[in-house]
Every structure is written in C-alpha cells, then in structure tokens.
C-alpha cells in the first residue's frame, strides 16, 4: 500500500470525520430515531477500545414492544461457540464493516436489551477501488448461532442478554457471517444525533423524492407529519432522518431499506463535493468531537483514517448497492405467529455475490464439506415414492441414513410424478443443497412451504427420473 505524507491533526480530524461521518449516516438511518432527545446515558467504549468489553446494557430482564406479541426468544443450545471472529483488517483485502441501529421502540417500551431494527453491510476492495452496500431486513428467519431459529434482529439481544462473548455486537456479527458467508472485519453503531448534527453542519443534503411521501418528524414530545412532494431538494438533518425512516409506504421495510441508501449516498455526495472542503476543514474539529462520541465501534483511530482515504477513491459508479428484497423471501409466521421473512437463499447469495466479489462465489461460513454441513444441520427428511417403482422410498431411504441424513421412508404419494422434487418447511439450505447434488435435483424443483408445525424439515417426493437414473440395488 503506499505511504501518504504525515498528516496534519485538523486533516486527520477532517479525514476521520468524513469517515465516521458515513457510518454515523448509515446507522442513524437504519434505526431512525433521534437518540440525542430521547436516549438515555448508553454505556459505550470510546473510539478505539474494544467494545466488546463494555456491553450496553447491564439489567438482565427485558420489556417485550407494546405494539406486538411478545416474541418466543429462541432456544439457547449446549456449549455455544460464539465467539466473534473478526479479524483485523490488513490493509490490502477488502474489508468489511457491519453497520447496527437499535430499535427504539426496545427503549421506549422500557426493554432493558434492545435488538437491531436493521442491518447494513458496507464493504470496499482497495485493489478494483470498489464498494458495496447491502441491506439486510430485520425480519428474516435465520439460525442464530448458539440458538436454535429466530428473526436476525434478536442477535443482537440474545448477545447482550446472556452476556456472551463480545455481546450483541459479536453475536450480531457472528449471524451475518454465517447467514451470508462474508467474513467481517468490523461493527460500528452510532449516537444517532450525531447523525441529524452533522446533516445540519453541512447544511441538509440534496435527496431527489420518486413520489410523494408522508412522514413523520418526532420532535421533543410531539409527532409533526410532513408530506414532501416529488423532485429535488434539500433536506435538513431531521427531515432527512424522517424520509429515510418512513416505513408506511407500499414497499414497507423493503422500501426503506432504499431510502436508506439512497440518504447515505446523498451525504457521500455533499461530504465529496468541491465547496464542501473548505467548510469540513473548518468544521473539523466540530466534526470530530460530535462523531467521535457518539460512535461505538472497534475500529482504532488509524483504521478509520486509512479506510477514509480509502473510501475517497472509490467513484459513485463503483459502488454497487443492493436491498435483500421481497423477490428473496417468503412471508411466513413464526411458531409465536409473529410476522417472518423465510430467506430464500440461493436468490439472496447472487445478490451477496454481486456485492462482495467479482468472481468466484463465496459459501456459507458453516465449515466443512458439503455432507458435513449437511449433518450439522440435523435436518429431518421424509422419503415419499411418487413414481412407478415400489419401494423406491425405502432403498432409497436407506441409501441416505447410510450417509448420515436423518432420513425416513414415508410410503407412496399421489399422483405420480416425473421429476424428482424437493419441499423445505424450515429453511435447512445446507440439506437442499446437498440433496440437489446427491440426487440430481433440478433447482426448480425446490418448493419453499414454510410450516412451523410440519413434522419433518424436508419433503423428498422421488420421480420416476430418480427411478430411472438410479444405480441402488
């Protein structure tokens, strides 16, 4: 990497400011709430220390959200391995930043752990002077690790609350990595008022408006709504953060998942522009004095500098955004009935993959060969004959108990089918895809039938084209 000339304080304090000033952006956003009126006095490291050593919270009760059922917290598994896994960034390789905003209605209802409202992905590559974001919805249905299934949002609590290494912040991390096979090099959370602050600093930003759109602006006790209609403008700190907010829109999360994005590249805009140079300069000391408390993070000093002139060279054109969208998950309910995203996962790993590489396809960070994430799963499978040959379920039943999948002949089905099919009632990607491999499985022929009551995990209905392609005895 080459050397840059020593750096004066106030352009390190400019640098560091712009830096922290898009994860700010990012995280304030992704919670939408105006901590600096409301929040109360958090615990947190200042910039620089591990933040794994200075949780937020210490009650160990929690307070469910008024507005919904109480949720089910998954069930906490023997001997968890939880231990987050980031790893230092060198500099060379792309690294890799986890972006959380706490929900605030947790704080409101007097919940004394909050979980994450949303998730974003930042990720830059110094060697093609890349980037990516990636939006990740809070309601997707994943295996938490050490736990057994729940909404990706509840990482973040269950790391808190049972006090696991690294807390919310390392269990959160620990999700993702295994959800999307991205390795993460950092997390970073925000004082969220740092973010309207510094919007205000810089004088508002321009944000192009598709289509009319209600929001609300919580002031100091009131709620103020506040209609913006289509085309350009500039929108001070406030407004901003209650554009980026608005979730009662068609879209729903999804949409704001793109507000979000859309906020953020706006403030990368302004921050780059010519005319802002002079005034973040001036600034800077301000700059460094809101952003810098109000970031809780384990990037050093140092990190976040070099990740700023990093950052600075990548063009708008480069960096490549995406949301995990609606076309990615199925609606479900969970086994409490509270509203769910089934991820489907081969959809939502393309996007991953047009994101965070440019070649090969990353896997799922479950380690192991494909048969022995397979049985890490312990995924239950019942064997249905849908063809013409009795006793097809049975063999091949058989035939996988012999390599380890839980598997059990359930007898004959009608009608009879041609192709062999797969049904996933649980989200097991690692049994599908095993399945797939093993038996010729055409990836169409993958239904997702989410069912918290189902007996089994998978359905596998044998065709007569397994009848016919099969060397069993």
């Known amino acids: 990497m080459t050397d840059h000339p020593p750096l004066s304080p106030q352009v390190r304090k400019l640098l560091l400011g712009a ?21 109360r006095a958090w615990t947190r490291t200042s910039l620089g220390l591990p933040a794994s050593d200075s949780p937020l919270f210490t009650s160990q009760s929690a307070t469910p959200r008024p507005d919904e059922p109480t949720a089910t917290v998954p069930a906490r598994l023997p001997a968890p391995d939880v231990e987050p896994s980031l790893q230092p960034w060198d500099g060379a390789s792309r690294v890799t930043i986890l972006l959380l905003g706490l929900d ?3 704080w409101q209802a007097g919940s004394e752990y909050s979980r994450s409202d949303t998730m974003i992905l930042l990720t830059l590559d110094p060697l093609s002077k890349t980037a990516g974001i990636l939006s990740i919805p809070r309601d997707l249905w994943v295996s938490i690790p050490g736990f057994k299934h729940g909404k990706i949002n509840t990482a973040y609590y269950l790391g808190d609350a049972y006090k696991l290494p690294g807390g919310g912040p390392g269990l959160a991390v620990k999700t993702v990595e295994q959800f999307l096979g991205v390795p993460i090099n950092y997390y970073a959370q925000v004082d969220f008022g740092a973010f309207v602050r510094f919007i205000d600093e810089i004088g508002g930003v321009k944000i192009e408006i598709p289509e009319k759109i209600t929001v609300d602006l919580l002031g100091a006790g009131a709620s103020t709504k506040k ?16 554009y980026a907010r608005a979730r009662y829109t068609e879209g729903g999360d999804f949409d704001r998942a793109r507000r979000q994005q859309q906020v953020i590249m706006a403030i990368r805009n302004r921050i780059l522009s010519r005319d802002m140079l002079s005034v973040l300069v001036e600034k800077s000391d301000v700059l460094y004095n809101e952003l810098a408390s109000g970031i809780h993070t384990n990037l050093t000093l140092e990190e976040a500098l070099r990740l700023a002139l990093l950052a600075a060279q990548v063009p708008e054109e480069k960096i490549t955004r995406g949301v995990i969208s609606e076309k990615m998950v199925i609606f479900g309910r969970s086994p409490d009935d509270l509203a769910i995203l089934i991820p489907l996962t081969d959809k939502i790993h393309v996007l991953r993959d047009e994101i965070f590489t440019a070649s090969a396809a990353l896997a799922p960070m479950t380690p ?11 995924a239950s499978v019942a064997v249905f004959n849908a063809s013409r040959v009795d006793g097809l379920d049975a063999r091949t039943a058989d035939y996988l108990r012999s390599l380890g999948v839980r598997a059990a002949n359930s007898g004959a089905t009608q009608p009879v089918a041609g192709q062999t099919r797969l049904i996933d009632h649980r989200g097991r990607p690692f049994t599908l895809r095993y399945l797939v491999e093993l038996l010729g499985i055409s990836e169409q022929r993958i239904q997702y039938q989410y069912d918290p009551n189902s007996p089994v995990d998978v359905e596998l209905i044998l065709g007569n084209d397994w009848a016919a392609s099969n060397s069993l005895p």
């Open 19 to 39: 830096a922290l000033s898009l994860l700010a952006v990012a995280l304030a956003l992704a919670a939408g709430v105006l901590a600096f009126r409301t929040a």
């Open 104 to 106: 605030y209605r947790d």
């Open 227 to 242: 209609t913006l209609q289509p085309g350009v403008q500039v929108l001070p700190g406030e407004w901003a953060l209650a």
């Open 368 to 378: 192991g060969k494909p048969q022995e994430q397979m049985a890490a799963e312990q």
